[in-house]
C-alpha cells in the first residue's frame, strides 16, 4: 500500500506541476475516456473471467485509488508530452516507452500484492499497452476534431 500511495502523491504532483501542453477540455475527456475503459475492462477480464485482480478477490475501495489516480494521471502525463508534430518512429518510441513503464509498473505492482495474476499471463500485456495508448491517442484525436466543429 507505500507503494501505492507513494505513487499516487507522484503522479498527482507531476500533473499538477508539469507544463500543459493540452487543453483542459482535452485533460478531462481522457480522464474520462481512461476511467471508463479501465472499469469497462475490469468488469470483463477481471470480474467475468477472474483474469486478474487488485489486492483482494471483488470490489475494494483501495481499487478506487488505482482507477481514479493512477490510469487517469498516468495517461495525462502520456498526452501531455505525446510527439504529435514528430515522426511516426518519434510517436510509435513513445508508446513503446510508456508501455514499458507500464509493464514495469504492472510487475512492480504484482511483487508488492497490489495486483494478482489469476488466469492473466505478464506476456498477454505486452501488446495490450500499446492498443490502450493508441486508444488513448484516438480519443484525443476525436475530441480535438470535435472541439473544431464547436
Known amino acids: 500500500m507505500i507503494f501505492l500511495i507513494t505513487t499516487i502523491i507522484l503522479f498527482v504532483a507531476i500533473v499538477y506541476f508539469m507544463p500543459k501542453n493540452v487543453s483542459k477540455l482535452d485533460m478531462y475527456v481522457t480522464t474520462l475516456f481512461v476511467t471508463v475503459l479501465h472499469l469497462m475492462t475490469d468488469i470483463v477480464l477481471e470480474f467475468k473471467y477472474g483474469l486478474y485482480g487488485y489486492f483482494e478477490v471483488g470490489v475494494d475501495y483501495k481499487t478506487f485509488l488505482i482507477t481514479f489516480f493512477i490510469y487517469p494521471t498516468v495517461n495525462l502525463m502520456f498526452i501531455n508530452f505525446f510527439p504529435h508534430q514528430k515522426s ?24 508488492v500484492d497490489i495486483f494478482h495474476y489469476y488466469r492473466w499471463k505478464p506476456w498477454y500485456s505486452i501488446p495490450i499497452y500499446p492498443i490502450l495508448y493508441l486508444l488513448v491517442i484516438g480519443s484525443l484525436t476525436i475530441t480535438r476534431k470535435l472541439q473544431k466543429e464547436i
Open 88 to 111: 511516426f518512429f518519434k510517436k510509435a518510441l513513445y508508446i513503446i516507452g510508456f508501455s514499458a513503464f507500464a509493464l514495469t509498473y504492472e510487475y512492480i505492482s504484482v511483487m
